[in-house]
């Protein structure tokens, strides 16, 4: 007998399928870091899905570039027969592999090279260690996405900081200097100029609400070596 109501239900379950199988495609390509964010459904499924996914990448890169180059080789020996003596028996001579050269350093038929290779690679490395080697563009798409939020997020931040308070101890000999946000740079080898005196970093901490590091500043020795240097002005 038929029920409606099965059916009914049995469609979100399908669409939650048909989700996750989508998600781990697109992990399949994706860069461990991304993988750690958003777990794969299966890691079999992921692994499959690589060794696929990588065999279809190099046929459909291969095939596109083998069809690109007839229809650049057949313009090209149509463009040269008049003055070349192209007959059939210089049709895989000098001429072929001087076009077929000339067809391989354009930027499409290297990016269609690197496809192949890539497919080539991740198919095998699927099959052999079970690994989902990421590609290369989604790779670097995401470093860039990264970097790029990670910048936004620093220049917000330090819009939003509060200014470095500079405190100052036996007659200026010592600065305790409270920042809102690190300064990695600081450490034992640079040399800071504050106010047309010149100091070095003697011990760091982690601060307390709102400053997130504190930092202990001596005068430098005028004998001392500089490895790097900052002028740094303090807040009004």
Same mark, same amino acid.
């Given at each position: 007998?038929?029920?409606? *109501? ?5 469609? +979100? ?10 998600? *781990? ?5 994706? +860069?461990?870091?991304?993988? %750690? ?9 992921? %692994? ?9 990448? /190099? ?8 069809? #690109? ?9 149509? #463009?040269?027969?008049?003055?070349? +003596?192209? *007959? ?48 290369? +563009? ?18 917000? !931040? ?5 200014? *470095? ?8 000999? !010592? ?5 809102? /946000?690190? %300064? ?10 504050? #106010? ?8 760091? !901490? ?11 500043? %001596? ?7 500089? #490895? ?9």
């Amino acid at each position: 007998m038929y029920q409606p *109501d099965a059916e009914y239900n049995e469609t +979100p379950h399908k669409v939650t399928i048909v989700k996750s199988l989508l998600r *781990d495609i697109v992990l399949s390509y994706a +860069p461990e870091e991304l993988r %750690r964010l958003f777990p794969p459904a299966s890691t079999e499924r992921l %692994r499959i899905i690589a060794l696929a996914g990588g065999l279809l990448q /190099f046929l459909i890169a291969l095939v596109w570039l083998l069809v #690109r180059a007839q229809k650049f080789m057949t313009f090209q020996y149509a #463009r040269w027969s008049p003055v070349l +003596p192209l *007959d059939e028996n210089l049709l895989l001579g000098v001429p072929f592999f001087i076009f077929f050269l000339s067809y391989l350093l354009y930027p499409t038929s290297l990016v269609l090279v690197y496809f192949i290779g890539e497919g080539v690679v991740r198919w095998l490395l699927a099959f052999l260690t079970g690994e989902a080697l990421p590609s290369g +563009p989604v790779t670097l798409g995401w470093r860039a996405f990264r970097g790029f939020h990670r910048r936004r997020e620093e220049k917000i !931040r330090q819009e939003t900081a509060l200014p *470095d308070k500079v405190e100052s101890f036996e007659n200026g000999d !010592r600065l305790l200097i409270s920042c809102s /946000f690190p %300064r990695p740079h600081w450490n034992a080898s640079i040399t800071i100029c504050i #106010r047309g005196e010149n100091y070095e970093v003697e011990k760091s !901490r982690p601060g307390m609400a709102p400053y997130a590091c504190l930092y202990v500043l %001596r005068k430098a020795s005028p004998l001392k070596i500089r #490895r790097g240097f900052e002028i740094y002005e303090p807040s009004p």
